[in-house]
């Protein structure tokens, strides 16, 4: 029963980062060694690939992912060029608005700001090609998403300071946030 639970966790907690992650970090977080997490990993990704699920584990060196399994590709392939055949979501343009005016800033701020988890849309929008994602230097593990030059071009500005209200925004955050908090949360 305990390993069970055990596999939940790491299944939960990858599900959440939606992004590749250090072994340590899994290690760190729930309070267990990294060998212990390695077999752990080796273990779900063998439920993973013997059960008819939809999901698998890449594990490539010291990190992990959890992802769609390969001969899924057509159906994602599908429901990915659908999703670029049709108009941003507002859910969309609320992260992209969040991320112009307070970019770079990392998954988490804008998650917070939203109140819910956002990996899928900044996956839309990275493979739109309206936002990208840089490491963070300091932490490995962390990336920022500022908007891209397309981004610009779309909506017909040579600079994000000619957003409507920008300078505003960006004062009411870092009041919200705590100037150190905001400039953290921004990679600055």
Partial sequence: MEENKGLEELEALLFLYGEPVKFKKLADTLGRKE???REEL?????????GERGLTLIIYDDRVQLTTKPELQPLIQKVVEAEMDTGLTPASLETLTIIAYLGPCSRALVEHIRGVNSSFILRSLLIRGLVERNPDPKHPNTYFYQVTFDFLRHIGLDTLEKL???EKYRELVKSYLGQDEASEARGN
């Fill in 35 to 37: 060998n212990q997490i």
């Fill in 42 to 50: 080796e273990l779900l990704k063998q439920n993973l690939d013997q």
């Fill in 164 to 166: 409507p209200d920008y």
